[in-house]
């Protein structure tokens, strides 16, 4: 049994009620699921809110008083950060191999810079 059933056994109640788990798998409402649309490509609270229907005050209590809204955003913004992540970690490996073959060609707009910077000599040996 994985960790999600555990989870789903305990909350249980027995009496056909949905699991902790099942509520946090739906999706959210319509003006909810928009509003963190909006949210993740960039839209201001204020932008949001006037383009869901609803007030700025109801976007912060969404925010900062709705566990599901919470959640579905938090997810978002781990998985965005992964990705970035993710990203950078593959542009160094580019960067680091396009330094090399430059040092290595003796490319001087990239040696000049860079014995600037660190400790590379400054002459080829």
Same mark, same amino acid.
Not at 31 to 60: D, H, I, N, W, Y
Not at 107 to 119: F, I, N, S, W
């Given at each position: 049994?994985?960790?999600?059933d @555990? #989870? *789903? ?7 056909? +009620?949905?699991? +902790?788990? $099942? @509520?946090?798998?739906k999706? #959210?409402?319509?003006?909810? @699921?928009? *509003? ?8 201001s ?10 007030? !700025? ?6 925010? !900062? &008083?709705d566990?599901?809204f @919470? ?7 781990h998985?965005? $950060?992964? &990705?970035?992540?993710? !990203?950078?970690? +593959? #542009?160094?490996?580019? +960067? ?5 073959? &430059? #040092? ?14 660190t ?7």
């Amino acid at each position: 049994m994985d960790e999600q059933d @555990q #989870l *789903a056994e305990v909350v249980d109640t027995g009496d056909g +009620a949905e699991s +902790a788990v $099942e @509520q946090w798998e739906k999706p #959210l409402p319509e003006p909810k @699921q928009k *509003a963190l649309e909006l949210l993740v490509a960039g839209r201001s609270v204020a932008e949001t809110a006037r383009e869901v229907g609803v007030g !700025r005050t109801t976007m912060f209590r969404w925010m !900062r &008083s709705d566990p599901h809204f @919470q959640a579905a955003y938090n997810r978002w913004q781990h998985e965005a $950060e992964a &990705s970035c992540y993710s !990203r950078l970690l +593959a #542009l160094m490996d580019k +960067a680091v191999d396009a330094i090399d073959m &430059s #040092l290595v060609t003796g490319d001087a707009k990239v040696r000049e810079p860079l014995t600037e910077r660190t400790c590379l000599p400054r002459h080829k040996h």
